[in-house]
C-alpha cells in the first residue's frame, strides 16, 4: 500500500474505531435502536482538491449519524446546503439524504469529531482522539485556502490541529482569521436550530460568512 494510499485512509476512521469507549458504546445502542441507520463514523464529503472546507462539531444523532453524510437530514443541513446551493458552491438538489445526487465541486464538509455524542456534546477528550484525522485530511488538502469553522467547538479543533494557541484566534461570529501558514480561517455561530430559533443566528449572518469567504477565494 502506498503511502499517498496510508495517508488518505488515516483521514477516516474505521467503521467500528474504539478510540473513544463513549461513543463506541452509543454507536452500539444506535445500532440495536435504529438498525437502518449508518451508525458509524461519517466520513467527510467533498473532493480534497476543494479550496474550501466546512468543519462542524459532530454528526448529529437523526442527521448524519442517520444519513451518513455530514450535516445531512436535519435542521442544520437544511441551512448549511440550502447556503451553498445560494451561493453557487454545490450543484445539484439537496434532499436530505445522502443518494440525492448533490455535488460539491470545490467544497468538502467534515467534523472535528466523526462519531454522534450523547447529546450531541463532545468531550475535549473525544475530539483530541480524533484529531489525527482532521490534521491529515487538512494535510492532503493541497489546494486548501479557506476553512469556515462553524461553531466554537470546531474552531478549537481546527486551532488544535493546526497546533495553534487559542488566545491570538478569539472565536466570534463573522471574525476572519489569517494563520500563520496562510490559511484564512473564517468563524460562523453553529446553523443548528436552536440558534436560529433564539435569534443568534439568522440566515443572513450566515449566508455572510460564506460571501467573506467567496471573496477571499475569488482574491486569491
Given at each position: 500500500?502506498?503511502n499517498?494510499?496510508l495517508?488518505i ?5 474505521g467503521a467500528d474505531?474504539q478510540l473513544c469507549?463513549?461513543l463506541?458504546a452509543?454507536?452500539?445502542?444506535n ?20 479550496r474550501?472546507?466546512?468543519v462542524?462539531?459532530a454528526?448529529g444523532?437523526?442527521?448524519?449519524n442517520?444519513t ?8 442544520a443541513?437544511d441551512l448549511?446546503?440550502?447556503?451553498l446551493l445560494a451561493k453557487?458552491l454545490a450543484?445539484?438538489?439537496y434532499a436530505?439524504h445522502?443518494k ?9 464538509i ?8 450523547p447529546?450531541?456534546r ?6 483530541g ?7 491529515s485530511?487538512l494535510a492532503l ?16 479543533a481546527?486551532?488544535?490541529a493546526?497546533?495553534?494557541r487559542k488566545a491570538?484566534?478569539p472565536f466570534a ?10 490559511l484564512y480561517l473564517?468563524d ?6 436552536l ?8 440566515e443572513?449572518?450566515?449566508h455572510?460568512?460564506?460571501d ?5 477565494l475569488?482574491?486569491?
Amino acid at each position: 500500500m502506498t503511502n499517498l494510499v496510508l495517508k488518505i485512509l488515516m483521514t477516516e476512521p474505521g467503521a467500528d474505531c474504539q478510540l473513544c469507549p463513549r461513543l463506541a458504546a452509543f454507536r452500539t445502542e444506535n445500532r440495536q435502536n435504529f438498525a437502518s441507520w449508518h451508525n458509524a463514523p461519517v466520513p467527510a464529503f467533498g473532493p480534497l482538491t476543494a479550496r474550501l472546507l466546512v468543519v462542524g462539531l459532530a454528526p448529529g444523532l437523526r442527521g448524519a449519524n442517520a444519513t451518513g453524510r455530514p450535516f445531512t437530514g436535519d435542521w442544520a443541513g437544511d441551512l448549511l446546503y440550502g447556503t451553498l446551493l445560494a451561493k453557487n458552491l454545490a450543484q445539484g438538489a439537496y434532499a436530505e439524504h445522502a443518494k440525492d445526487g448533490l455535488i460539491l465541486p470545490d467544497v468538502r464538509i467534515t467534523n472535528a469529531v466523526r462519531c454522534v455524542p450523547p447529546g450531541n456534546r463532545p468531550t475535549a477528550t473525544e475530539a483530541g482522539n480524533c484529531r489525527p484525522y482532521l490534521v491529515s485530511e487538512l494535510a492532503l488538502m493541497g489546494n486548501l485556502k479557506v476553512v469556515i469553522a462553524i461553531g466554537g467547538f470546531a474552531h478549537d479543533a481546527i486551532l488544535a490541529a493546526k497546533k495553534l494557541r487559542k488566545a491570538p484566534y478569539p472565536f466570534a461570529h463573522g471574525q476572519v482569521h489569517l494563520l500563520p501558514d496562510g490559511l484564512y480561517l473564517l468563524d460562523s455561530y453553529h446553523c443548528s436550530r436552536l440558534n436560529t430559533n433564539t435569534g443568534r443566528l439568522t440566515e443572513p449572518m450566515f449566508h455572510a460568512v460564506f460571501d467573506a469567504a467567496l471573496s477571499i477565494l475569488a482574491q486569491l
